[in-house]
């Protein structure tokens, strides 16, 4: 009886370490809404000007300047069989709404946070960056006031914004080129 006593403390024991250590690793573990998901932000500007260029084309391209397609959500968890498409940020209201044209909120912010008036896509931490470019097309040269040339840049790893990471990350972060900063791109009208 003393013996069966003893393996069942040992059990209880054993599964209450298990389930306190379980506990521990969840929380130091802890997730943020950017899991699994980084962004490629653009500044994209004439020289001189610090303003963003609005209303141009801007599409991840293989080595043969195709547009790359978001296969069943390789690249992206977003817009699935579709072009992988840089989108403009935008302002959003308090119900996080986009905000119309001219109109005021009492919080008014960015809809991706971490940018401003930028060019932005979000791709999946898995995105091998390297192996792209991006192109950048004025399709209707009158809304800027010229037509800009096409352009096309080459997407280095380091260019995605990496948006949660461990305390090791941040520390090699703190040497070489700065991540989570927009790429900045020039364009020249024709």
């Known amino acids: 009886m003393l013996i069966f006593a003893k393996k069942n403390y040992m059990r209880y024991l054993i599964a209450f370490l298990l389930i306190s250590l379980s506990a521990k690793a969840q929380q130091n573990a802890m997730h943020c809404g950017y899991d699994f998901t980084s962004y490629v932000v653009l500044d994209v500007h004439e020289d001189g000007k610090k303003e963003n260029i609005k209303n141009l084309k801007i599409t991840i391209v293989d080595s043969l300047g195709n547009d790359v397609i978001n296969v069943n959500n390789l690249y992206s968890f977003k817009f699935a069989n579709q072009p992988m498409k840089f989108g403009f940020n935008y302002l959003i209201d308090d119900e996080n709404k986009p905000l119309a044209e001219g109109a005021v909120a009492k919080k008014e912010r960015y809809f991706f946070p971490y940018a401003k008036d930028n060019y932005f896509l979000s791709v999946a931490n898995t995105f091998e960056a390297d192996k792209f470019s991006f192109k950048i097309e004025d399709i209707d040269g009158k809304a800027n ?14 260019n995605m ?3 949660c990471s461990n305390e090791s990350q941040q520390a090699s972060m ?14 020249e009208k024709e």
């Open 145 to 158: 006031g010229g037509k800009y040339k096409t352009l096309v840049l080459p997407l280095y790893s380091y």
């Open 161 to 163: 914004y990496v948006l």
């Open 174 to 187: 703190k040497f070489g080129r700065k991540m989570n900063k927009p790429v900045d791109v020039v364009l």
